[in-house]
DNA sequence: CTAAATTTAATTGTTTACAATTTAAAGCCG
DNA sequence: CGGCTTTAAATTGTAAACAATTAAATTTAG
């Protein structure tokens, strides 16, 4: 290197490692979330909705660190695939409220085998070690998110 | 929950964690890289071609494990400002090698301070805690990428 | 040597990301 | 009430990602 600082060598970096560590696990959860009709994006909007239903778009991108410009086009193609309803809410018409629909729910069914999928590609990692591992992860979101 | 399985559980997941963590720190790297007219991922290809000029396509897809559908476009776009140079190789006419031009060059003395200000974004973290992270980071990627 | 297989980039088409702007509704304040 | 600000989502435009296919050069087998 003509200019002595190993800090802009790949290796070294956090970032790198984190964006090249998530495609390639997204990756993984290509081929099972297929067979659901669903991209990892939509997969992680209907996690939300299992989990709670009826939020709106603004509620479920703080929890995806999205904004509407990005969820808008996911939820359109969600709701044409008739996995949720998109419903402008009467109290603020100024919200947009996502309601599952009938095989939107159904679908939770199906989705219960990817996790214990994709933690079998982990078999190797002893499960402490991963469990911190995720621990880190989130307080890396904590410590940069605001 | 209507399904009692915590394994859907956004909180309780690897990947989604890692996903949200990359996007927030890679916008952290936005401002500064703007200064130096890259964006992320032609960061990342300048990185490694200041490490090393007049690789591939492909040696630079495999280092940052994307393929050439992902690459063309960016290397052109360098190329656009004169960053990089495109050129089939005499050898081999299939291979295309990627060289730094004048300013491509010039603008790593620029891009030095880039690693510390996105450090010190994670002063709350111990040097060796941050160490270890990467260190699981990389094992992680060693894990999955095969 | 030559036809088939492989390799390398580029291309095509779909789906994110995300900044910046726009539109419309709701809240605020005199 | 009536303008002013704020909020929520959508829109616009640009830049990745990535699967699948194509095109061209090289390598391999027979």
């Known amino acids: 290197m003509s200019i002595s600082d190993d800090s802009l060598l790949l290796k070294n970096q956090v970032c790198f490692p984190l964006y090249a560590a998530s495609r390639i696990l997204i990756q993984a959860y290509r081929e099972p979330l297929e067979e659901l009709g669903l991209t990892y994006p939509q997969y992680l909007v209907m996690l939300i909705l299992w989990e709670k239903d009826g939020l709106t778009v603004s509620q479920i991108g703080e929890k995806l660190f999205l904004d509407s410009g990005t969820l808008t086009p996911v939820l359109k193609r969600l709701e044409a695939n008739n996995f949720i309803k998109r419903n402008r809410s009467d109290k603020d018409e100024r919200k947009v409220e996502i309601e599952l629909t009938y095989p939107g729910k159904s679908l939770q069914a ?19 070690e991963l469990s911190l591992f995720k621990i880190q992860v989130n307080k890396l979101i904590e410590t940069l998110k605001h």
């Open 110 to 128: 199906k989705a219960t085998p990817i996790p214990e999928k994709i933690h079998s590609l982990l078999n190797q990692w002893e499960e402490g």
